[in-house]
């Protein structure tokens, strides 16, 4: 992974820009719901790049978020194919867990009863008191593996929280890390330049689960944005994708889905979009399907669709939203 960040950072010097475009850093509402758990990830992430003293905080200064937010907005805020693709066709977000601790506990402390048996209070008064005051409980436990796993609903910095458990007598490791493909976000400042990187994942788990196409922006101090272009890392199997242009953003259908998922011959797709057009592309930017949006339930044929990702993009008055499914036999 320390390779594609070192490779997100040099990729000024590889890659072609288009210049400058005016935008905003004022934060729409729906891009505030969407990419909240993102930008929070993304500003305890960076305290730990910069080895900032807040590390050793519960909670990530807003200062942080702040400045990825603006990050965020400006892209979110032009008008644009590539901004159309990272936000609707691919819809990339972090591949993140900020919410969940496994945890590896020595079984022969008999505090440990209590979680065995899934009860959150333990009696280990300083343990609980960490625990309950950061929301957490207890969803899991393995007597195999003696291993746990607690859940919460707030925002902390789960970095620091699981060096704490550390200091609890029983508790042998804390982890909160997230293995395997999926897409990955990637911020940096340089001097007062922001660059944003939005990584899709190229399915090439369990071999190497590195592959990445990265399409990444800078913004600059005015919000202005500059796309600063495309880079596949990882072998050649990581497909190329593809550009869409939207162009609207509002209204994104939340009431849409698409099942099942995986699937071998047809989907099912519900949707609160009327009067509209469908349209089913391939990994590969070839539309595969296109029809018009007449029910709020209707069932494709794709049997004839190669293994691999779709991306269902609807569009109508209402509003657009983009949506990933899978093909596989």
């Known amino acids: 992974m320390k390779k594609i960040l070192m490779l997100f950072l040099v990729l000024p010097l590889i890659l072609k820009c288009i210049g400058q475009i005016p935008s905003s850093c004022v934060v729409p509402p729906q891009l505030a719901i969407d990419y909240n758990d993102d930008v929070h990830f993304l500003a305890m992430q960076r305290i730990y790049e910069i080895q900032s003293p807040d590390t050793i905080q ?15 907005a400006a892209i979110y805020n032009i008008n644009t194919p590539e901004r159309d693709s990272v936000f609707c066709l691919y819809n990339v977000h972090q591949n993140l867990n900020i919410y969940s601790v496994t ?27 960490l625990i309950s005051q950061y929301g957490f409980s207890i969803s899991y436990f393995s007597s195999f ?14 970095n620091r929280f699981n060096d704490s458990l550390l200091e609890f007598n029983g508790i042998l490791a804390a982890s909160s890390n997230v293995y395997g ?28 689960c590195i592959s990445r196409n990265i399409r990444s922006f800078y913004v600059f101090p005015d919000c202005s944005v500059e796309y600063s272009g495309f880079q596949q890392f990882g072998p050649s199997f990581c497909q190329p994708t593809f550009n869409c242009n939207l162009t609207s953003i509002e209204g994104l259908s939340k009431n849409t889905n698409i099942f099942p998922n995986p699937t071998s011959s047809n989907i099912t797709l519900n949707t609160d979009l009327k009067n509209g ?21 209707s069932q494709i044929n794709v049997s004839s669709f190669a293994n691999g990702i779709h991306y269902l993009h609807l569009q109508s008055d209402e509003g657009v939203t983009v949506k990933k499914f899978e093909v596989l036999r």
């Open 58 to 72: 519960f909670t990530i200064p807003q200062i942080y978020k702040d400045s990825i937010w603006e990050a965020f």
């Open 103 to 129: 945890i590896l506990v020595d079984t022969s402390f008999n505090w440990t009863d209590q979680w065995q048996n899934l009860q959150t209070i333990t009696g280990y008064t300083q343990l609980d008191n």
């Open 145 to 158: 593996s003696s291993i746990a796993r607690i859940n919460t609903t707030q925002q902390i910095n789960i």
């Open 181 to 208: 493909d999926g897409d990955k976000l990637y911020y940096s400042l340089n001097g007062n330049v922001k660059q944003l990187g939005f990584g899709t994942g190229c399915d090439d788990c369990p071999s190497i």
């Open 277 to 297: 057009e469908l349209k089913i592309y391939n990994a590969l930017g070839e539309l595969l399907h296109q029809s018009s949006i007449v029910n709020s339930q």
